[in-house]
């Protein structure tokens, strides 16, 4: 009996040790890319040439006059004909001057990651009006309460790098109150980096002192700020959005960090020819970049180039083609070429439903962008229905699917000792197999993902255990963290600062 019982001890704590964290994590973020290249040398520079000449020749359109000062004062031209030309010396210059590398701040500091070079991050995007439910299984508006449990929710998942607003509170209809309480969710259940929009230029000046409250105190939140903005500040074609470029003045005048985000369309508002596609939003990307080098060069900046296909037979958005999967991860590759962080969007499936479109689109765009070496990959967690849904079962599943994503990324350490002459010899002539020798137990943990939602049961276990499907698991997780993590990264002061202040809705 006593060694029955010592048996089952051991058996016990092997199964504990398996489902704990391994002391290795195999697929941390921020694995390296660039191993996918769809472009050569020289379809990278043909495609830089012409979007060179896009800026000198075209020139970009509906510029402000603040703007126009300034970029004329950087070194552009005024054509004469209501367009701003740019010069290959400037543009260049631009380029060279502009933040290669650069932190995001994490409100907790271990959670700060740094942008650039190799290294890719999943993370979130989007500004879904639609909630998949999770009782009905059907699409509703999305409200306050569903940003505030997505923002809780991803908190808990180690692959969502940074976090954006997934989801635009549709039951908030004034446009200050909108931006006060997108900004009081993230603050109140995440301590991730975290980015939001900001409506008008007229809110970021109140909306920092929101933030300084939870950073500490007055211009707290500007020396170490952990929040970047998303902007669009380009419109295709080849036009500057006033409105936009406001917020990108008051942004630099704050010291929030940007992403800089062109979303042209094949087809719609760029060529359908993918070559031209990515010369006209290269060359609007740069129009971003410009204009941040014109006010104040250096500032950082994320290179945000997110070529989005439409189905040219019904003009429907497609954010899960491959033809979607190809062009991020060129435009990926070109920002990588010219030393820029980058920022490309994929994942965006156009599947209603957690279902086998879903997990097909969100794979091969997911993988293509990271194998390409973006930097920042966008819309990667949670987004459904061609971004106008967002899922909590999704978040959980995207999750796991960014943990095989990096250890694809990881690759394979080739060494001496992970060649194991040694171990293949003495399985051959002792037991025969290597299912018990110290290099399996060894790489068990160091070179392996385990999943903890796909089934890899036998058929007759996963019928006894309720053949629940993927969005069945998904559900399960998702009310599970609902229904346990409640954090609170305000202290009381904070939150009754911030109250006093701003309608908390």
Not at 437 to 450: G, I, P, V
């Amino acid at each position: 009996m006593a060694e029955t019982r010592s048996k089952r001890g051991g058996r016990q704590q092997r199964l504990a040790q398996r489902a704990a964290k391994p002391v290795l994590d195999p697929c941390p973020p921020g694995q390296s890319g660039g191993s996918y290249r769809p472009l050569s040398e020289t379809d990278l520079q043909n495609i830089y040439d012409t979007a060179l000449r896009l800026l000198a020749e075209l020139g970009m359109g509906e510029v402000p006059d603040r703007l126009a000062a300034d970029l004329i004062a950087a070194g552009a031209v005024d054509n004469g004909a209501g367009r701003i030309l740019f010069p290959r010396a400037l543009v260049e210059e631009a380029i060279d001057r502009a933040a290669k590398k650069f932190t995001l701040h994490g409100r907790d500091d271990a959670r700060s990651i740094e942008v650039g070079g190799d290294k890719v991050y999943f993370g979130t995007g989007g500004a879904a009006v639609q909630t998949l439910d999770m009782d009905s299984g059907l699409y509703r508006p999305s409200t306050l309460e569903d940003l505030h449990n997505f923002t809780r929710l991803q908190d808990t998942l180690a692959n969502v790098s940074w976090y954006t607003r997934c989801c635009v509170a549709t039951d908030v209809p004034d446009n200050f109150d909108l931006d006060v309480n997108t900004i009081y969710a993230l603050l109140k259940n995440t301590t991730k980096p975290t980015a939001t929009s900001f409506t008008l230029a007229e809110h970021v000046a109140p909306l920092v002192k929101l933030l300084d409250i939870a950073a500490g105190g007055e211009g707290a939140f500007s020396r170490r700020p952990f929040m970047k903005a998303h902007i669009s500040p380009v419109i295709s074609p080849m036009r500057y959005g006033e409105d936009a470029v406001d917020v990108v003045y008051e942004c630099i005048e704050h010291n929030i960090p940007m992403s800089c985000i062109t979303a042209a369309q094949a087809g719609a508002t760029a060529p359908a020819t993918m070559a031209g596609f990515l010369a006209q939003s290269l060359a609007e990307t740069l129009g971003s970049l410009l204009m941040v080098h014109a006010v104040k060069p250096g500032y950082p900046m994320v290179f945000s180039n997110w070529p989005l296909v439409i189905d040219l037979r019904t003009g429907a958005f497609s954010g899960g083609s491959g033809e979607t999967a190809v062009l991020n991860a060129a435009s990926a590759q070109l920002s990588n070429w010219l030393g820029l962080p980058s920022g490309v969007a994929c994942s965006m499936t156009d599947a209603k439903a957690i279902d086998a479109q879903y997990g097909m689109e969100k794979g091969i765009t997911s993988m293509a962008a990271a194998l390409a070496g973006g930097n920042l990959i966008y819309e990667s967690s949670g987004m459904t229905a061609s971004l106008l849904g967002v899922s909590f079962e999704a978040f959980v599943l995207d999750d796991e699917m960014h943990s095989n994503t990096y250890r694809a990324l990881r690759g394979i350490e080739v060494s001496e000792e992970n060649l194991g002459f040694e171990a293949i010899c003495g399985a051959v002539l002792g037991e025969g197999h290597f299912l018990g020798s110290a290099q399996t137990h060894a790489a068990m943990e160091r070179d392996y993902f385990y999943p903890s939602l796909a089934d890899r049961n036998e058929p007759r276990t996963w019928a006894q255990m309720g053949a629940k499907d993927a969005w069945a698991l998904a559900n399960d997780r998702a009310r599970e963290i609902l229904a346990s993590h409640h954090p609170e990264y305000l202290s009381a002061e904070q939150d009754r600062a911030i109250r006093e202040q701003f309608k908390i809705l």
